[in-house]
């Protein structure tokens, strides 16, 4: 088993920054990849980035990429997501994941992934 505890989520401004962790406890961190979802109220949840087990793969959606960052400190056992720019349109609940298994030239489906956290809420807006 793997448990996930978001954290850093909270209400921005439009074009401003936040930094979101994810800690991980349970199994070895650096076996499994990582993913970050949201979703808003009356979406389906949505794909933002993943990192490789060693940190040296990234992979974001298209609506993100230059904003937003992925990293890992496998020596905390900790995801992080970077984002700058904000945009009002991405107020969502953000969801770190775990996989293990299969290895997916695009990892942005919700099957891929075998443990979620519980979310941390992100609010943009003026």
């Known amino acids: 088993q793997v448990q996930l505890v978001e954290s850093g989520g909270g209400l921005v401004q439009p074009g401003g920054s936040l930094r979101l962790s994810c800690a991980a406890s349970?199994?070895?961190?650096?076996?499994?990849?990582m993913g970050w979802f949201r979703q808003a109220p009356g979406k389906e949840r949505e794909f933002v980035a993943a990192?490789?087990?060693?940190?040296?793969?990234?992979y974001y959606a298209d609506s993100v990429k230059g904003r937003f960052t992925i990293s890992r400190d496998n020596t905390k056992n900790t995801v992080y997501l970077q984002m700058m720019s904000l945009k009002p349109e991405e107020t969502a609940v953000y969801y770190c994941?775990?996989?293990?298994?299969?290895?997916?030239?695009?990892?942005?489906?919700?099957?891929?992934?075998?443990?979620w956290g519980q979310g941390t809420q992100v609010t943009v807006s003026s």
């Open positions: 994941a775990a996989a293990f298994g299969t290895v997916y030239t695009r990892p942005v489906f919700t099957y891929q992934y075998d443990y």
């Open positions: 349970g199994r070895t961190f650096s076996n499994y990849r």
């Open positions: 990192v490789s087990w060693s940190g040296g793969s990234t």
